[in-house]
């Protein structure tokens, strides 16, 4: 089975920061790629597909790039409502595996 | 309204089953495929289970492999997920979602609002 590697574990940075979360697939996944939000308590929320495809609502500093095994998702400037795990999913077939998340917090 | 409710948990001792369900409204539910996904306290999101729209096609993740059955209903528009010889580390909040349809391969666009499940003695 294809795994899901997301890099780093957490991350704090300031408000108005630059962050990047790297998700890589053990084998070439097409833009089969997803990314997930999970504010504490909360059910996750669809923020991107096919790798860079934002979902209706999403604020446009988010954006997600990558194909085949190497993806990223960017925060230009990071808000403090933006506090949550992120998680990258694949969806091309077979097992949907999550990676392990990216808690994002505010320093 | 467009939505997926699960219903089913609860507090169980090891060893024993619990069959979950999720019913969905709002949509046409006989044209995606559904999906379990559950949550350890404190811990990430672990696909667990798929269903194809028609019922034809499942996976299972190997840490419920013959033990969780899911199933459908489209006439109830209703997802099942009986799980059997529980064990602790079963413990979890379990979600139901929606993803990929018939024709095109989809992200999970659609969840409900989880429901508990505690495996303790």
């Known amino acids: 089975d294809i795994q899901m590697t997301q890099s780093p574990s957490s991350l704090s940075a300031s408000v108005g920061d630059r962050v990047t979360i790297t998700c890589r697939a053990s084998q070439g996944i097409s833009n089969y790629l997803a990314w997930y939000q999970q504010k504490p308590g909360k059910v996750p929320k669809l923020l991107v597909s096919?790798?860079?495809t934002l979902q209706t609502g999403v604020p446009s500093r988010f954006s997600g790039s990558g194909s085949g095994t190497d993806f990223t998702l960017t925060i230009s400037s990071l808000q403090p409502e933006d506090v949550a795990t992120y998680y990258c999913?694949?969806?091309?077939?077979?097992?949907?595996?999550f990676g392990q998340g990216t808690k994002v917090e505010i320093k | 309204q467009v939505q997926l409710v699960e219903s089913g948990g609860g507090v169980v001792q090891p060893g024993t089953s619990l069959r979950l369900s999720c019913v969905a409204s709002?949509?046409?539910?006989?044209?995606?495929?559904l999906y379990w996904v559950r949550q350890a306290p404190g811990k990430g999101l672990e696909w667990i289970t798929t269903m194809s729209y028609d019922g034809h096609t499942v996976f299972y993740a190997d840490s419920v492999k013959g033990r969780f059955t899911i199933s459908r209903d489209n006439s109830r528009n209703t997802l099942f997920l009986q799980m059997n010889s529980l064990r602790a580390e079963d413990t979890a909040v379990y979600y139901c979602?929606?993803?990929?349809?018939?024709?095109?391969?989809?992200?999970?666009?659609?969840w409900g609002q989880g429901t508990i499940v505690t495996v303790s003695s």
């Open positions: 979602a929606r993803g990929s349809t018939m024709s095109v391969r989809l992200p999970f666009d659609m």
């Open positions: 709002g949509f046409s539910f006989s044209t995606y495929a």
């Open positions: 096919a790798a860079s």
């Open positions: 999913q694949k969806y091309d077939s077979g097992p949907r595996t």
